[in-house]
């Protein structure tokens, strides 16, 4: 197998920072880029998501590269992040978790790394 991309994926809950706030996920977005060595296609679109039931509220963004994409869902009111970033450049993904970590103030996370190729 020809390794294509990293595909690094975060399921966080009992979060306890910044879960509401937009300008913070878009600096996220943008840290992250830099942090890894990527280089954008877009600015982050980053949106604050009121709905009527709260605990569906929370921020969504997401940012294009030319190795792939950024994006994350937060959940204000239950303290939960979903989080994926895939690249096809290789990035320390022990970097994007003490970022993310220490942003969010996460008490709890789940992450998988998804190595994606080419069966040649």
């Known amino acids: ?3 294509k991309g ?8 009992r979060c306890s920072r910044n879960l509401a706030d ?10 992250l880029v830099r942090m890894a060595g990527m280089n954008r296609l877009s600015a982050p679109t980053v949106v604050f998501h009121d ?3 709260r605990l569906n509220s929370g921020v969504t963004g ?4 030319s190795e792939s994409h950024i994006s994350i869902h937060t959940y204000s009111e239950r303290g939960d992040i979903y989080m994926d970033m895939f690249s096809c450049r290789p990035f320390d993904v022990n970097v994007v978790k003490a970022y993310v970590t220490e942003l969010f103030g ?15």
């Open 22 to 31: 937009t300008e913070v996920v878009r600096k996220m977005l943008l840290d």
């Open 62 to 65: 997401i940012i294009l590269l």
């Open 51 to 53: 709905a009527k039931n």
């Open 1 to 3: 197998m020809s390794e």
């Open 106 to 120: 996460i008490a709890d996370i789940d992450e998988q790394v998804i190595r994606r190729g080419l069966i040649l």
């Open 6 to 13: 990293i595909h690094y994926i975060i399921n966080a809950c």
